[in-house]
């Protein structure tokens, strides 16, 4: 039989440890005991006369050392500790060498290695400067030893030599403990009788709102502006073309039904809270209850020392205590303003937000927002109402039935109930054949009829890019840098906010990809000097849908239920939106706010839309519905289009006497066309793509002028030169 290899043992083997533990224990043990037992060997002797009486921080040191290998607590074997007492035995070596200043007697001091190193400090620095080193090491070897911050050290120094009323003195320790008391008596002492409810009998608002027609506005002299501008494209109007709208009245609306609340019941689920948190070792008391109109929040007080993890990962174990019927228990840490963990449970009996009641609260203040957009209430029952017009665009998304279509309806009425055509346009996209944005259909306050068809999209976006660059040439001429500047310069809105709303975002995503992002990124980066703004909508939360470029341009966010937690993070980059219950429960985020809000969106039926329109159309005739025709030349006629309204052969009108132009001037663009015929940017556009396909100019180099290829209407019109020239 072959012999056992015999184990070779090294610096790592127990055995090795275990010795070398000993042996420095042993001399640990022997150092302390020196200076008391010197007289009695000879051995302890040479040690005092070495060390002195901090041999016996020696001994410390070494004894604790000897755990290092003797030991399997990784506390002694820190690092930190070892350096800290190797520091600390050095510096008591030099302290009491410093004290006793005498080389004649070694052992009444630090020793001859005490000594040493006391007469090379005060050799080197001096005396003073040398006893200030020594504190200074004797600090840091204390932080080393204790684990605890220089900071806190420092801070503890600070507070104890601080003058003040009495030179009162701080002990950490019985700060800490005075604490844990106070917060056991709070634990303890309150009772859940004791514990405010708000918002438990929310009575509804009564804001009496008068309905006044619009006075017409004082129009300001056309002459003291239109001899800047050198085009009909950029012409303003005359003056507002409905100085006498009256707004809708919110009376034949929908009343809001109230369900009374128990709050007995809230009680209960706060004791049901605090016991659950209990049996998990959690001590915690609830201080507060905010109930909100379908959820309620409450606020725990946390013991000190409690990590608020812990309360974040029992969100399914407090679902259950309490018999959600969702199963779903937000947890917000902390919340905001406070060093309270609420607790969102869903309310056993809600109170939906109706439009009626959020209407009466944005008429009583609607001078205040340029484009209102009603949100709803949030958890304390506050009524949340922003402004497009800082956001400045809007992407909403969540899954099928959860309310995105409604929150979008409550947004549109909002803006119906309080702008007249004069001031806000709308370019409505349904990819749904009409179905929800149908109702809006005929309204003076639409640019064109709801768009059904996907291919027409992309040309009605490229319509409005251009309308932007077209209101950026207006601003510049009236030396403005908004829209609202430009408004209250000419005395009326002759310069209309545009909002654009898509029903169903993922459909034009999907259909067009990349032609549809990157308008959409151009109208999301241009728009809001310009007052352009989008209103997005999607139940499809995905990464290809709602892309980073679209989500880097568009800060504002609602986010209703989704299934996954991906999902939520797509939406508003974070976790969240998976625990929501729906019907109208979001999320809403935007540049403002440094973490999403919960709100209960207003709840707008079908009916009181409906409503809101009637009264709209009842004030006009169908003539009276302005549609822009260039926008719907725009979406039937792209720039481009062969078979385009103009001349034989496709060609516009006026391309003849562009050419002559581009002929006899040597050059070509657009905007030049534009000046020198009194046409739109659109049709001289169209010119310019005419003449290129005709030969008459090169195509577009970046930013360098068209090269002009021919010198004679000859060369492009051939024999009908003449007859085009005559």
């Given at each position: 039989?072959?012999?056992?290899?015999?184990k070779?043992i090294?610096?790592?083997?127990?055995?090795?440890?275990?010795?070398?533990?000993?042996?420095l224990?042993v001399i640990?043990?022997?150092l302390i005991l020196?200076?008391f037992?010197?007289?009695e060997?000879v051995?302890?002797?040479?040690v005092c006369?070495?060390?002195?009486?901090a041999?016996v921080a020696?001994?410390?040191?070494s004894?604790v050392f000897?755990?290092?290998?003797?030991?399997?607590?990784?506390s002694?074997?820190?690092?930190?500790?070892?350096?800290g007492?190797?520091l600390?035995s050095?510096?008591i070596?030099?302290?009491l060498s410093?004290w006793?200043?005498t080389?004649?007697?070694p052992?009444t001091?630090g020793?001859?290695?005490?000594?040493?190193?006391?007469?090379?400090?005060?050799?080197?620095?001096?005396?003073?400067f040398?006893?200030i080193?020594?504190?200074?090491f004797?600090?840091i070897?204390?932080?080393?030893?204790?684990?605890?911050?220089m900071t806190k050290?420092?801070?503890?120094i600070?507070?104890?030599f601080?003058?003040?009323?009495?030179r009162?003195?701080?002990k950490?320790?019985?700060?800490?403990?005075?604490k844990?008391d106070?917060?056991?008596?709070?634990?303890d002492?309150?009772?859940?009788?004791d514990?405010?409810i708000e918002?438990?009998?929310d009575k509804?608002?009564?804001?009496?709102?008068?309905?006044?027609p619009?006075?017409?506005?004082q129009q300001?002299?056309p002459?003291?502006?239109e001899?800047?501008?050198e085009?009909?494209?950029?012409?303003?109007?005359?003056?507002?073309?409905?100085?006498?709208w009256?707004?809708?009245?919110?009376?034949?609306?929908q009343?809001?039904?109230?369900?009374?609340?128990?709050a007995?019941?809230?009680?209960q689920?706060?004791k049901?809270?605090?016991q659950?948190?209990?049996?998990?070792?959690?001590?915690?008391r609830?201080v507060?209850i905010?109930v909100?109109p379908?959820v309620?929040?409450?606020a725990?007080s946390?013991?000190?020392?409690t990590k608020?993890s812990?309360v974040?990962?029992l969100?399914?174990?407090?679902?259950v205590?309490l018999?959600?019927?969702?199963?779903?228990v937000r947890?917000?840490?902390?919340i905001?303003?406070?060093n309270?963990?609420?607790?969102?449970v869903?309310?056993?009996?809600?109170?939906?937000?109706?439009?009626?009641?959020m209407?009466?609260?944005?008429?009583?203040d609607m001078?205040?927002y340029e484009?209102?957009?009603?949100?709803?209430k949030?958890?304390t029952g506050?009524?949340?109402?922003?402004?497009?017009?800082?956001?400045?665009?809007?992407?909403?998304a969540g899954a099928?039935?959860?309310g995105?279509?409604v929150g979008?309806?409550?947004?549109?009425?909002?803006?119906?109930?309080t702008?007249?055509?004069?001031?806000v346009r709308f370019?409505m996209?349904?990819p749904k054949?009409?179905?929800?944005?149908?109702?809006?259909d005929?309204i003076?306050?639409?640019?064109?009829?709801?768009?059904?068809?996907?291919?027409?999209?992309?040309n009605a976006?490229?319509?409005v890019?251009e309308e932007?660059?077209?209101?950026y040439?207006?601003l510049?001429?009236?030396?403005?840098?908004?829209?609202?500047?430009?408004?209250?310069?000419?005395?009326?809105?002759?310069?209309p906010y545009?909002?654009i709303?898509v029903?169903?975002?993922?459909?034009?995503?999907?259909?067009?990809?990349?032609?549809?992002?990157?308008?959409?990124?151009?109208i999301?980066q241009?728009?809001?000097?310009?007052?352009?703004?989008?209103?997005?909508?999607?139940q499809?939360?995905?990464v290809?849908?709602?892309?980073?470029?679209i989500?880097?341009?568009?800060?504002g966010r609602m986010?209703?239920?989704v299934?996954t937690?991906m999902?939520?993070?797509?939406i508003?980059d974070?976790?969240?939106?998976e625990?929501?219950i729906?019907k109208?429960?979001?999320?809403?985020?935007d540049?403002?706010?440094p973490k999403?809000v919960?709100?209960q969106?207003?709840?707008?039926s079908?009916e009181?839309?409906e409503?809101?329109v009637?009264?709209i159309?009842e004030?006009?005739?169908?003539e009276?519905v302005?549609?822009?025709?260039?926008l719907?030349?725009?979406?039937?006629?792209?720039s481009?289009?062969?078979?385009?309204?103009g001349s034989?052969?496709g060609?516009?009108?006026?391309f003849?006497?562009?050419l002559?132009?581009?002929?006899?001037?040597?050059?070509?663009?657009?905007?030049?066309?534009?000046?020198?015929?009194?046409i739109g940017?659109?049709?001289?556009?169209?010119?310019?793509?005419e003449?290129?396909?005709?030969?008459?100019?090169?195509?577009q180099d970046?930013?360098k002028?068209?090269?002009?290829?021919?010198?004679?209407?000859?060369?492009?019109l051939?024999?009908?030169?003449?007859?085009?020239?005559e």
């Amino acid at each position: 039989m072959p012999r056992k290899k015999k184990k070779t043992i090294t610096i790592q083997s127990d055995e090795t440890k275990v010795l070398i533990g000993l042996i420095l224990l042993v001399i640990g043990i022997g150092l302390i005991l020196a200076p008391f037992t010197k007289t009695e060997a000879v051995l302890f002797e040479k040690v005092c006369n070495i060390f002195g009486y901090a041999a016996v921080a020696w001994g410390l040191f070494s004894f604790v050392f000897s755990l290092t290998f003797l030991s399997k607590n990784k506390s002694f074997k820190s690092p930190r500790l070892i350096i800290g007492l190797l520091l600390f035995s050095t510096v008591i070596s030099t302290l009491l060498s410093y004290w006793a200043d005498t080389a004649e007697d070694p052992a009444t001091s630090g020793g001859i290695f005490g000594n040493s190193l006391h007469t090379f400090f005060e050799n080197m620095t001096g005396r003073v400067f040398e006893l200030i080193l020594i504190v200074v090491f004797l600090i840091i070897s204390f932080s080393l030893i204790s684990g605890t911050s220089m900071t806190k050290i420092v801070e503890f120094i600070d507070n104890t030599f601080k003058k003040g009323e009495g030179r009162k003195r701080i002990k950490l320790e019985g700060l800490l403990e005075r604490k844990i008391d106070e917060q056991k008596k709070l634990l303890d002492d309150k009772s859940v009788d004791d514990i405010k409810i708000e918002n438990i009998e929310d009575k509804e608002e009564q804001v009496e709102v008068k309905q006044e027609p619009v006075v017409p506005i004082q129009q300001k002299d056309p002459n003291l502006f239109e001899s800047n501008l050198e085009t009909d494209e950029t012409k303003a109007p005359d003056g507002p073309k409905f100085p006498s709208w009256t707004y809708p009245s919110i009376e034949p609306l929908q009343d809001p039904q109230k369900q009374p609340q128990d709050a007995a019941e809230y009680k209960q689920k706060a004791k049901v809270i605090e016991q659950t948190l209990k049996s998990f070792g959690i001590q915690a008391r609830v201080v507060e209850i905010s109930v909100g109109p379908t959820v309620a929040r409450f606020a725990l007080s946390l013991s000190i020392g409690t990590k608020v993890s812990k309360v974040r990962n029992l969100s399914n174990d407090l679902a259950v205590a309490l018999k959600s019927k969702t199963s779903k228990v937000r947890i917000e840490a902390p919340i905001p303003g406070t060093n309270y963990v609420g607790i969102e449970v869903p309310n056993p009996k809600p109170n939906f937000v109706y439009l009626k009641e959020m209407a009466r609260s944005l008429k009583a203040d609607m001078d205040e927002y340029e484009l209102p957009m009603i949100l709803g209430k949030d958890i304390t029952g506050k009524v949340v109402i922003n402004d497009l017009v800082d956001i400045p665009h809007l992407l909403i998304a969540g899954a099928t039935g959860t309310g995105k279509s409604v929150g979008m309806n409550s947004i549109l009425a909002g803006l119906l109930l309080t702008k007249t055509p004069d001031e806000v346009r709308f370019i409505m996209v349904d990819p749904k054949m009409g179905i929800e944005l149908a109702p809006y259909d005929g309204i003076p306050h639409l640019l064109n009829p709801v768009i059904k068809d996907m291919e027409l999209v992309v040309n009605a976006l490229q319509w409005v890019i251009e309308e932007m660059r077209k209101r950026y040439r207006m601003l510049q001429q009236e030396h403005v840098k908004k829209i609202t500047d430009y408004n209250k310069k000419l005395g009326y809105p002759a310069m209309p906010y545009i909002v654009i709303v898509v029903d169903e975002v993922a459909e034009l995503m999907l259909s067009s990809g990349a032609d549809v992002e990157d308008k959409i990124k151009s109208i999301a980066q241009m728009g809001r000097a310009a007052g352009v703004h989008l209103i997005l909508a999607t139940q499809k939360p995905t990464v290809n849908v709602i892309t980073g470029i679209i989500k880097s341009n568009i800060q504002g966010r609602m986010a209703f239920s989704v299934a996954t937690a991906m999902d939520s993070r797509v939406i508003i980059d974070q976790m969240g939106a998976e625990t929501l219950i729906g019907k109208g429960d979001m999320l809403y985020v935007d540049a403002t706010t440094p973490k999403p809000v919960r709100i209960q969106c207003t709840y707008t039926s079908g009916e009181d839309t409906e409503e809101v329109v009637k009264q709209i159309k009842e004030q006009i005739t169908e003539e009276e519905v302005n549609y822009s025709e260039e926008l719907q030349d725009a979406i039937e006629n792209p720039s481009g289009t062969p078979g385009a309204p103009g001349s034989a052969g496709g060609r516009e009108p006026e391309f003849v006497d562009a050419l002559k132009i581009v002929v006899a001037e040597q050059k070509a663009s657009a905007s030049y066309l534009q000046r020198r015929l009194r046409i739109g940017y659109n049709k001289a556009a169209r010119i310019m793509e005419e003449l290129e396909e005709a030969g008459a100019i090169g195509p577009q180099d970046g930013s360098k002028p068209r090269k002009v290829l021919v010198t004679s209407l000859d060369q492009v019109l051939g024999s009908n030169s003449q007859t085009a020239q005559e």
